[in-house]
């Protein structure tokens, strides 16, 4: 699957659509967000992740950004089920697939925190 570029709207509809979400919030003046984009795309089109893959441009939306005033870009938030799992700001790549291996134990019977 590839990764979908979306708005405050999509993301709200969308965390609700799919089991598992990871929604990527960037800014154009990120160089951690252009370098970890790259894996991001790799780590979307792996069929060991059933995960649906989201971009936010925290410039644009208005939510985002308004998230973004109080952290640093890249900033990840893993939903399951609608609801968050995990949150922070990643600067490695390792720390993107640690974020998704602990998504991806998110089941329909599992709790989320």
């Known amino acids: 699957m590839k990764v979908i570029d979306t708005?405050?709207?999509g993301l709200r509809t969308?965390?609700?659509d799919f089991p598992r979400v990871i929604a990527k919030f960037t800014s154009a003046d990120?160089?951690?967000c252009k370098l970890l984009a790259?894996?991001?795309e790799k780590f979307a089109n792996d069929p060991r992740f059933r995960t649906t893959f989201?971009?936010?441009?925290s410039d644009?939306?208005?939510v985002a950004k308004k998230l973004m005033d109080e952290r640093v870009a890249p900033f990840f938030v893993a939903y399951c089920r609608g609801r968050?799992?995990?949150c922070d700001t990643l600067k490695t790549e390792e720390e993107v697939l640690a974020m998704l291996e602990t998504l991806q134990a998110c089941t329909d019977e599992a709790p989320v925190l």
């Open 38 to 40: 790259p894996p991001f």
């Open 54 to 57: 989201l971009r936010l441009d």
């Open 60 to 62: 644009e939306n208005p």
């Open 84 to 86: 968050i799992v995990e």
């Open 14 to 16: 969308l965390i609700h």
């Open 7 to 9: 708005n405050d709207t």
């Open 30 to 32: 990120c160089t951690i």
